[in-house]
T-cell receptor, first 114, second 113 residues
């Protein structure tokens, strides 16, 4: 079982719709990352959060540490939001500390139609 | 800042040939990562360096893969000999350190025929 589960795997939306992508993880974490990978292949870090909520433009990321769950929301979606969205968290190392090694979800493929 | 720079962007080679991928991290970043992405397995960490020292290479598939970081501004990932199953996109990323965001390069798409 993957330590990071994302849902849905695929999502098609109409332009303007509000979109939610979910991420659940099975272990305690220090922070959660949301990444975006465009069809061209480049990967961009969207958010890194350890509590509460962060907002950047039309993107909002929330995290509930107790429930081990995070969501990425896109308001007023646009075709240029079409991408793969990946959540990830640092893995505990051998001495029980959170290092740089990330555990990745499988990604959510989002397609926004005009 | 130019971001993380990788070269080449595309590489097509024949099985058995040596392949060298290159990465220049963001200036001032202390950690560098090599990832491989395939449809089947998604993103996988191959190896990462802190202050030019390899910290964790448990993701390196086998002895055919090797990585070096001779200085803070350059790293290489070498595959020798290459095999068709090595075909993937290889990403390099860098970060200021533990607890900071990782910045990814554009990737190198490797095709081994």
């Amino acid at each position: 079982k993957n330590e990071v589960e994302q849902s849905p795997q695929n999502l098609t939306a109409q332009e303007g719709e509000f979109i939610t992508i979910n991420c659940s993880y099975s272990v305690g974490i220090s922070a959660l990352h949301w990444l975006q990978q465009h069809p061209g292949g480049g990967i961009v870090s969207l958010f890194m959060l350890s509590s509460g909520k962060k907002k950047h433009g039309r993107l909002i990321a929330t995290i509930n540490i107790q429930e081990k769950h995070s969501s990425l929301h896109i308001t007023a979606s646009h075709p240029r939001d079409s991408a793969v969205y990946i959540c990830a968290h640092p893995r505990l190392d051998k001495v029980g500390e959170y290092g740089n090694k990330l555990v990745f979800g499988a990604g959510t493929i989002l397609r926004v139609k005009s | 800042d130019a971001g993380v720079i990788q070269s080449p962007r595309h590489e097509v080679t024949e099985m058995g040939q040596e392949v060298t991928l290159r990465c220049k991290p963001i200036s001032g970043h202390n950690s560098l990562f090599w990832y491989r992405q395939t449809m089947m397995r998604g993103l996988e960490l191959l190896i990462y360096f802190n202050n030019n020292v390899p910290i964790d290479d448990s993701g390196m598939p086998e002895d055919r893969f090797s990585a070096k970081m001779p200085n803070a501004s350059f790293s290489t990932l070498k595959i020798q000999p290459s095999e068709p199953r090595d075909s993937a996109v290889y990403f390099c990323a860098s970060t200021l350190g533990t607890g900071y965001e990782q910045y990814f390069g554009p990737g190198t798409r490797l095709t081994v025929t």
